[in-house]
């Protein structure tokens, strides 16, 4: 294709708008253009990446035995009601009525639909199982959408929902399912790791997300440096292993008028963070509970609220903190309690002799306290976040390592909470109701050019992996208008690449080399190719890789090697 | 692929609730299901073939030198307060608020997105002509959402908005389009018809309409039977031939009491519908006007509008026309008129010698009125809707036909009318700003596949044109848990079928044959296999095309030839 016949409106300003490179790349490559907050318009370039990466997801997913079906957008509010989650979504559910008054969303996920779909269609084991997917534009209503593409309102999604007659079945589709999103990801030309998730307060067994590597992910993932485990922050733990053995000291009150943080409270005793057991209050349910951390370590609220045993646990005002322990905030702590709060401390907590706490009195702190010896131990759980050398929970030898990722796929083990809301239910072998047990499935596929993006550029643009550039070379013709030889040059080269398979942009708009130079970079195709009457004397062409800094000078058959050399998995 | 393989959820019972053969069909083949009123999910049989219309559409607009682009569903109401169609839209507009209570509209249509687009990318008139075009999920709040996917609320659209920096420009685009369009529906394998279309209130200068015919089609469609001329019902014309000379008679004031409409009339008065000439009181714009018409004439108030040169003429409520003429419903006439109304007849009107109409006066008619020596000739317009058997009025020798259509498709002059509002500027070549001009291209993506059904039909199933089926052929396995020679030559037979280019769907189910059959048949494919032990045994296979009504043995050599003797066009 010449770029005369495309429209790739380039910007040579960063947007301000813009903050991600992903965002100002796309932005000044011409791929999207904004239309309003959290809503893009998808230019010729930007839908060509687009397409290749909803034709890798759906070759994925069909090789896998999931059967496409296309849902509507919007959905009626009955069957969110239904699911309890009409009330429960909050503002991101884009709620609206139709003319007749009747309450509908635009879908930002559609279980409550493949649930209805399933119920009325599916009646007997024999149906079983069934894996159902669509690539669909949804919409979620986020407060502040932000960084173009990547938490956009409007955005395509992969979804599938797989529904089972038991959880041996689910297991089965849900690794075939893994395994098929390792696949797509692969196919894609992505760095990515797949890491267990927490399944949250919607139930289910299992949990994997997928998140593409990159320094500006909003995620921390944690990976062993020897074994292959590998969890998001939420979900990974390590073991609390015993600290040496520390001859007991003499507990005594000390005075620490002022104190508030455990910054402050170590200074003070000229003692390490990591010899302080710090309280922190918390609610869970209705209920106060007071945890336990030693003094180095950040509480994990999604570890403490499988540990409490609910939905969710939030951070104690002040207010509530002083109320429910009968103590001044800053020097709270488990010995000699003057209230009868639930005391639960994390593992590593009482592995530290000689610690340091709050008194329960103004400006008074402990030393040198030891669990049994002064105050007996409390229930203890994993509460905190890992951190990175911390040793891996799986293998002996490893140590945890952090680093950043971008979310781009996530399989769940639904189990029967949709299910049993919605009342799915199937005749099973020996002819009873048996309610089915269910697994979903997501990839974002628009976030997914985005995440490609974060992962794949330089200071001069854009570096797409051969699976997703939208022309895999480009050819720029030098001065073409000058020398007529050089355009009809660069016109055959493009019909021969083309007949080979390849696509091709050819430049030959009326620009400085310079100018072409920099578009090309700019959009990121892997590989170009420089026409000039120079080349031509000489019967070569010019060629550069995106990622290299040298030209070279090639004859057409190097130059065919060098392509297919790249070319993408199938 | 395996029928065990696909989630086919036939029906044996037609459902209530649908009244076309296409809703019928589409239900009980398993293609779509109702998920709310006016909103399906496309199952995976369904989706298979709204697939193939889509890749169709595509490649012709792409042939056509147009560009892709996806635009976002929700739209902000800025734009469509700056076009003035947030006003003017009605409640076919599903409008709705996003979290900040700013007001978005689910886009039916997207004129107001393109143009925002355009006027921020596209400087100068070396940028045009450009025609961007996408397929997409679009929303229209019926008040009455009804026929399956024939008008329901959420559908595919593909829609194209081409840019221009003058007239002539658009004209070889709306040609080119035009050209795209008969390819598009030739290779989706439908008989239609393009028609001469009004534009309307939005102005602009030529239209086209495609439809395809069918008898339940909601359109009339006009053509000659003669030459290439047609057009909708709309726009559709015919010359007023003037009548025979006929000798004029006295005029004279009849008594017609209770007299109320054109039948009871020419009952009591014992002449023809045709020698009277009727009056309809309109409104246009604000104003009253009594148009006349052939007694036997209907009128066509689209064509009244652009007579009065109104956005929209509306019928005059009967108080409304009493105040108007100061006559009694059912007796005024232009004779002798009481008011100072405006007065405008169809030029058929004029022909008839020896008129009665009504005498502005309770209980009273005249008879046997001449124009010119009773009264003087209004100005006259074209006014009234054509009738089969009408003169065409292109050729000479024609007679105009009616036919029943589907609309699918509408190429359309928008000339300046958004561009106008909407401020879309490019620089022209002597460096002026010239405000440009555009034309809309629409193709019902969802509704062509309604509207395959219609036109493809018997009161088996469907029968799907070989450019739109789901599957390419079908193997109708007999008694396969009986006999294992037969699934394993089945599945033979099917690997053989696929790799020779063609989809199969193997139909493996323990179920009757007459079951199997008549699924075969319901679901439409076009070409059937049966392997039963029988021909097994005769080393050949029972074929049968979807449309014939016997079987015919074949040795594979020919079946092949017939399997390729139907592929559809590329």
Known sequence: MRASQIFIPTLKETPAEAELVSHQLLLRGGFIRRLASGLYTWMPLGLRVLRKVERIVREEMDRSGAQEVLMPVVQPA???????????????????????????????????????????????????????????????????????????????????????????????????????YQRTFTRLGLDFRAVEADNGAIGGKRSHEFHVLADSGEDAIVSCDHCDYAANMEKASSPAKAAPAEAPLEAARVQTPGIRTVAEQAAMLGISSSQIVKTVLVVAGEQPVMLL???????????????????????????????????????????????????????????????????????????????????????????????????????????????????????????????????????????????????????????????????????????????????????????ARKFPEVAAAAQALHDRLEQAGFNVLLDDRDERPGVQFATMDLIGLPHRVVVSDKVLAQNVWEYRARRASENTLVNEAELMDRLNASSPVH
Chains 1, 2 share one sequence.
Not at 107 to 131: C, F, M, W
């Open 78 to 180: 009955e069957l969110w009601q239904e699911s309890g989650r009409w009330e429960k979504y909050g503002p991101e559910l884009l709620r609206l009525k139709d003319r007749h008054q009747r309450d509908f969303c635009l879908g930002p996920t559609h279980e409550e639909v493949i649930s209805d779909l399933a119920r009325r269609e599916i009646h007997s084991y024999k149906q079983l199982p069934v894996n159902f997917y669509q690539i669909q534009t949804k919409f979620r209503d986020e407060i502040r959408p932000r960084f173009g593409l990547m938490r956009g309102r409007e955005f395509i999604m992969k979804d599938a929902y797989s529904f089972h007659v038991d959880h041996a079945s689910l297991e089965i589709t849900y690794q075939t399912m893994y395994d098929a």
């Open 293 to 479: 951390l030693r003094g180095d370590d950040e509480l994990n609220l999604i570890k403490a609220a499988h540990a409490l045993e609910v939905d969710e646990v939030r951070m104690a005002t002040p207010e509530e903190a002083e109320s429910a322990t009968g103590a001044p905030l800053g020097f709270i702590g488990p010995k000699d309690l003057k209230t009868s709060i639930r005391v639960l401390a994390d593992h590593r907590a009482l592995n530290v002799g000689n610690f340091s706490t709050g008194a329960n009195e103004m400006d008074t702190h402990w030393v040198n306290l030891n669990w049994d010896r002064d105050l007996s131990c409390p229930d203890s759980a994993d509460l905190r976040n890992v951190r990175a050398g911390d040793p891996c929970p799986h293998c002996s030898t490893g140590t945890l390592g952090i680093r950043r990722g971008i979310e781009v796929g996530h399989v769940f083990q639904l189990g029967q909470v949709y299910s049993e809301r919605m009342k799915i239910t199937v005749l099973d072998e020996s002819g009873r109701d048996a309610t089915v047990t269910m697994g979903c499935y997501g990839i974002g596929v628009s976030r997914v050019v985005a995440a490609a993006v974060e992962q794949h550029f330089d200071e001069r643009g854009i570096i797409w992996p051969a699976s997703l550039t939208p022309f895999d070379v480009g050819i720029v013709a030098i001065n």
